[in-house]
């Protein structure tokens, strides 16, 4: 038996997914079962999630799932705003879900713990500028990732 997603959920209830059905059609691709299903996963998502765990949670609903469609339909969903990529340190695709705020990471190499700047945190503010200063490079803020060592693991390794 082939899973098909929530058979009562609809884009149209559960805003701002509203649009999309039509948004896709505007673009000449069609409404399919796998983007529904994909639209579904995505609305049930919070935060970061990589294009492999949305696969993986599409296939849950429905086994037929086709890796390639999910990664074309996050690229046109992208183009919507629905969702924006960015990469992690160890450079892995992530996918934000309806990003409210422009964000860059912070990484510890050590604890492996992660953490959002906003994009007018003026760490980020200061460096975007000295590199638009010093370069003449304007930096996109989400692919901003900053790896390094946090503050408990610098004071762990102090008691070392």
Known sequence: MRATGSPDWTPEVDLPWAGIPDQLRARGLRWTPQRRILVEVL??????????????????????????????????????GVVRHSHGADGREEFHVLPAVEHAHL??????????????????????????????????????????????????????
């Open 43 to 80: 609305s049930q998502s919070d935060g970061h999630v990589t294009g492999a765990e949305l696969v993986d949670r599409c296939k849950a609903l429905d086994p037929d799932t086709i890796p390639s469609t999910v990664y074309r339909t996050l690229d046109v969903l992208e183009e919507l």
């Open 107 to 160: 990484y510890c190499r050590v604890c492996g713990g992660a953490w959002e700047l906003a994009g007018d945190d003026p760490v980020v503010v200061t460096a975007v500028d000295a590199v638009l200063a010093g370069q003449g490079f304007s930096i996109d803020v989400p692919h901003l990732t900053l790896t390094g060592v946090c503050a408990t693991c610098r004071a762990n390794e102090g008691d070392a």
